[in-house]
């Protein structure tokens, strides 16, 4: 089975759109060759394994100081 690579998009029309809430967070399931990766006004803060799954949690990310 190949991975449908769909996380990375979501995760950035979710951040691009405004669509989280301000203390809201997203979460992402994805085959372990499907690295998310760094995603403009979003940080990850947690990544469980399930066998060949990963599960990325995402916040808004902090304001540069």
Avoid: V
């Avoid at 691009?16 to 979003?42: F, N, V, Y």
Wanted: charged share 25%; aromatic share 8%.
């Amino acid at each position: 089975n190949t991975p449908l690579f769909l996380a990375r998009p979501t995760l950035q029309h979710i951040s691009s759109g405004g669509r989280l809430a301000p203390d809201g967070w997203a979460m992402a399931q994805h085959h372990q060759k499907e690295e998310p990766g760094a995603i403009d006004g979003l940080e990850m803060f947690r990544r469980e394994k399930h066998g060949d799954s990963r599960m990325s949690f995402y916040r808004r990310a902090k304001p540069a100081a």
